[in-house]
């Protein structure tokens, strides 16, 4: 922030789209004329229209109107309106004009954009107001604004033409006030006298008792205890609402919170200060980033990383982090919640939704790297989205870091200027639930105006110039500090412990288990009811066939047909009858492969909602199978038996027939599936083409909409302008003939007509074409020399038996272009 922002004079930021004309002229027309404001308009506009904005408004207000050229200082008590085709920045003092974004869907001038460099360079000087317009841009800008201590205006939805912009600002919670244009106009001398009065401000400073009130009316609502956030926090907050509604008295505002839930809100929204941007303090992510390869590098395998950012606001920062991770495992396709893991965090219900969701103005990837910005992100709408894959490895979720155990395990944490709003005693009590948070040798990464000033002997600062900061090992003091959130007394501890005996029976169950299985049979699978394989025990390649076509990963298909047949058949015995169930010697396909026993034991879990079936699989001895008679021709007399077994062998076959079929049907019906996707896949893509298609050409409506409120002014004026004209030559008494540059008759006042016989005359007659009085000049004599050298010419003469003088003054539409002259004849006096 600039040295501007201490200067006297407060910059007003207008933003304003489809409809705005008619909203600021409402504005402009209340404003008052010394109010020691500077006032700016951002309207969206066609980037090849000529604007008539500054001569449109300059009619409505007595203010100094002027066009935005580069480098310009705004001088108080002016309105400054930006020329179309520019986006609009401020720096050092002035206002830069850019160029805007290249998408035909993005808003021209980015109202967000500058917005955004209000509050970076104004501060608490900046007042921000959202017109009339269709769309969301302005609705991060007024964020900004208010994080940085400024006001925050919207246009009333009912006062509107079009009310999307000003309706998503209000959505935001960072609306200080919503009033109509003209209530706008007129409440501006009292807000900006208000939040810009230093010898008032100090004089509402709120008591101790007023402040501790006001910290429990916040307190029972929200249940986030402020009493240990700094007071020039609180402070600075109450202001800005007390000079938003126009209070003086403190008293008056602790009355007004007493009686107004509503108001509680506004204060608890006002005080999370929920903003955030990508990449901010680019040269500190820079440092940051090879930090961040260096986690990556040296981590265990055997578990994922895990990273968490306090404070995350609508996201943008843990999407940062998120990124540069990606990057450092190898790309987006190497990192999943297997291997990374990131909690972000935050009170703020509705920032937390906005991050969830992912999508961001164009406004907000200024500083996204372009390279970044293509891997990470893809077009929706007026602005970008994160893409599926990193929103899927971030968990954001409601978490007060200053009364809420901490997470556990961590590798990183990434809190960047959250702890400048906290006090001594808050800051190092957070920061004490971090060194317990961390695994030793874990990293901490603070803002640029952030330190670890008294919790030194928590942390060390590593060998990076930026803020990263890496846990000390054997401090016990943070025990002591965090008090009963460390993980000492923490319950979250405790369950912790409890978890971890938990998983040590588990383990230890698992292995009983393993042994069993080794036991009962060394080679086995472990399948569920639809013959899905949850674990293998033991060697089963010599079981296990891949064939051609579509892989079914992690079934019964995997094993060579005769064993995947008849596992089926013994699984659903097993199912129905909850006994062992057990095949006869299966030959196999090899000639010189041995028979093979399959058995099925069905085990219960203990949730006894799920069964499962432990498959043995068994190679038999040729001794065995000539024991099991298998090679001893059958007795004729016992012919049941025989029956019986060709129809078993029978059934098998029909079996292995029906089940060969199934599996054709599938995989016809998995291509139908693949083809079916395919087509969606491209019906998704025509899809998201026609949104790209409507958002330009909604935002080709909203510059046409502007083009046609200023054409339809000007139009009325032209209109007006006629009548008056009209009127003009009907009642002045000397002739009068307005001709074009050809000598054309375009208009003649009564006396002319009456003088040159020119009554009944064809529409435009020609000059010569008029009867002349006696001795008046010939025409042709003097006007086309006045038309030629666009110059004016007096003729003395004799008209209507007076002396009298013939003046023809040439008239054109500026920059030397000729529209014609006109001719009248003025009599002398005595």
């Not at 032209?718 to 000397?734: A, F, G, Y």
């Amino acid at each position: 922030m600039t040295d501007v922002a201490a200067s006297s004079m407060a910059w007003v930021g207008i933003g304003a789209s489809a409809g705005g004309l008619e909203a600021l002229s409402a504005l402009v027309k209340h404003l008052p004329e010394q109010t020691n404001a500077t006032y700016i308009v951002a309207q969206h506009m066609a980037p090849q229209h000529r604007s008539l904005l500054p001569e449109l408004i300059e009619r409505e207000t007595h203010l100094p109107v002027e066009q935005i050229v580069n480098g310009v200082v705004p001088q108080p008590n002016h309105i400054y309106v930006t020329p179309p085709g520019h986006n609009l920045m401020v720096s050092d003092g002035t206002l830069i004009l850019t160029p805007p974004e290249e998408s035909a869907a993005a808003p021209k001038p980015s109202i967000d954009a500058f917005f955004d460099s209000l509050a970076e360079q104004i501060g608490t000087s900046a007042l921000g107001v959202i017109l009339s317009g269709t769309g969301s841009d302005g609705a991060f800008g007024v964020r900004a604004i208010r994080a940085a201590g400024g006001i925050t205006i919207a246009q009333d939805a009912d006062s509107a033409k079009y009310d999307g912009m000003p309706v998503s600002a209000i959505r935001t919670g960072c609306i200080d006030l919503v009033l109509t244009p003209q209530a706008i106009g007129q409440k501006f001398a009292e807000i900006v006298q208000t939040s810009r009065d230093a010898e008032g401000l100090s004089a509402i400073m709120p008591p101790v008792n007023s402040l501790a009130e006001i910290n429990q009316l916040l307190f029972a609502q929200s249940g986030v205890d402020f009493r240990d956030y700094k007071p020039s926090t609180i402070h600075r907050r109450i202001e800005r609402r007390m000079a938003a509604l126009g209070l003086e008295r403190i008293a008056d505002y602790v009355d007004r919170l007493r009686n107004d839930e509503e108001e509680i809100g506004t204060l608890f929204r006002d005080m999370l200060i929920s903003v955030t941007s990508f990449f901010r303090d680019p040269q500190e992510f820079e440092s940051f980033a090879k930090a961040i390869q260096q986690i990556v590098d040296d981590r265990d395998p055997s578990r994922p990383l895990r990273v968490w950012c306090p404070g995350c606001a609508t996201g943008e920062e843990a999407y940062s982090i998120a990124m540069l991770f990606a990057r450092a495992f190898g790309g987006m396709h190497k990192i999943d919640r297997s291997n990374f893991q990131l909690f972000a965090t935050d009170i703020d219900q509705s920032a937390l939704q906005i991050a969830r969701q992912g999508a961001y103005p164009m406004s907000t990837m200024t500083r996204v790297p372009p390279e970044l910005r293509q891997e990470f992100f893809e077009t929706e709408g007026e602005g970008f989205k994160v893409v599926k894959p990193l929103r899927e490895i971030i968990l954001f979720a409601e978490h007060n870091v200053c009364q809420d155990p901490p997470f556990l395990h961590l590798d990183l944490i990434c809190c960047r200027n959250l702890l400048i709003y906290f006090g001594a005693q808050l800051q190092q009590r957070v920061m004490a639930r971090m060194y317990s948070a961390l695994r030793p040798e874990g990293m901490l990464f603070l803002g640029k105006a952030e330190s670890i000033n008294g919790v030194e002997s928590m942390f060390r600062r590593t060998n990076s110039p930026g803020k990263v900061f890496r846990k000390r090992e054997g401090y016990e003091g943070a025990f002591s500090v965090a008090g009963a959130v460390t993980s000492r007394y923490s319950g979250d501890a405790i369950e912790a412990r409890r978890a971890a005996r938990a998983r040590q029976g588990r383990n230890a169950e698992d292995a009983r288990f393993q042994a069993l299985v080794r036991t009962i049979g060394p080679n086995a699978v472990l399948v569920t009811a639809d013959h899905r394989m949850r674990n293998v025990y033991g060697d089963i390649d010599p079981y296990v066939s891949i064939r051609q076509g579509q892989v079914n990963a992690a079934s019964l298909d995997m094993l060579k047909p005769r064993l995947a047949g008849e596992a089926r058949v013994l699984i659903s015995l097993a199912e129905r009858s909850n006994e062992v169930r057990t095949s006869g010697p299966i030959e196999m396909d090899e000639s010189n492969a041995s028979p093979v026993r399959l058995r099925v034991h069905p085990m219960v879990t203990d949730d006894t909602v799920e069964t499962l079936f432990l498959v043995v699989l068994e190679t038999l001895p040729a001794a065995d199978v000539t024991a099991e008679g298998k090679d001893q021709p059958f007795i004729e007399s016992d012919s049941s038996n025989f029956e019986l077994r060709q129809e078993l062998e029978s059934t098998r076959e029909t079996l292995q027939q029906t089940i060969e079929e199934l599996e054709t049907s599938n995989e016809e019906l998995q291509s139908l599936n693949e083809e079916l996707q395919s087509t969606n896949e491209e019906l998704q893509s025509t899809n998201e083409e026609l949104e790209t298609a409507n958002e330009e050409l909604q935002s080709t409506n909203e510059e046409l909409i502007t083009v046609n409120e200023e054409q339809q002014i000007s139009a009325q004026e032209l209109s007006q302008v006629s009548r008056e004209m009209e009127s003009i030559l009907t009642h002045i008494s000397m002739p009068v003939v307005v001709m074009d540059t050809r000598l054309n008759i375009l208009r003649a006042s009564n006396a002319a007509r009456e003088a040159f016989n020119i009554l009944g005359a064809e529409s435009k007659p020609h000059i010569t074409q008029i009867e002349l009085p006696d001795g008046f000049p010939r025409p042709l004599d003097f006007l086309p020399d006045a038309v030629a050298q666009m110059k004016p010419v007096e003729i003395e003469t004799e008209f209507d038996g007076y002396p009298s003088v013939i003046r023809v003054a040439p008239y054109g539409r500026g920059h030397g272009m000729r529209s014609g002259v006109v001719m009248m004849v003025v009599r002398r006096s005595a």
